[in-house]
């Protein structure tokens, strides 16, 4: 699904519930747009936290980032190699690029090993308990968002 198909359908999804009666929850995937490589505002207008964001990252059940990356705590145990390090990425890239990236990296970069962690549509090998729903819910992704992003110091 292209891009601004997604966030079409999103809207779509969005507007049906408000126009039920209904307000979007964290079930439903909240409208987000694409503005070149960033979604440049929070996903449903959520603030993050920062210390939620980082139990997230470090949360080998929920967002499980160091099975790929290197965070910027050397004690943690187990941190992968494949993905690029966290430790600065605060100075590399801004909020809205690092949403986007969460949200679903492959926009960027079709051939990435990176999941989505917010798109439910076109997923493949998907545990039953998992299908249609997101990976990390919009105050999730905000949570980490603000995480990475206070990380400055590489």
């Known amino acids: 699904m292209s891009t601004a198909v997604g966030v079409m359908a999103r809207l779509a999804l969005a507007g049906a519930v408000l126009a039920s009666g209904g307000a979007l929850t964290a079930s439903a995937l909240e409208p987000y747009a694409i503005v070149g490589d960033a979604i440049p505002r929070p996903i449903g207008g959520l603030a993050g936290n920062p210390a939620r964001g980082n139990a997230v990252l470090r949360d080998r ?66 545990a039953p308990s998992y299908r249609g729903k997101p990976a990390l819910s919009a105050q999730e992704i905000e949570d980490v968002v603000s995480y990475l992003a206070s990380l400055r110091t590489p």
């Open 61 to 126: 059940e929920r967002g499980n980032c160091l099975i790929c990356h290197q965070g910027a705590d050397p004690s943690e145990p187990f941190q992968g190699t494949i993905g690029p390090s966290l430790a600065g990425v605060g100075s590399r890239l801004d909020a809205g690029q690092i949403r986007l990236r969460l949200v679903d990296a492959s926009t960027l970069n079709p051939q990435t090993v990176m999941p989505p962690y917010f798109r439910t549509e076109d997923l493949h090998d998907v």
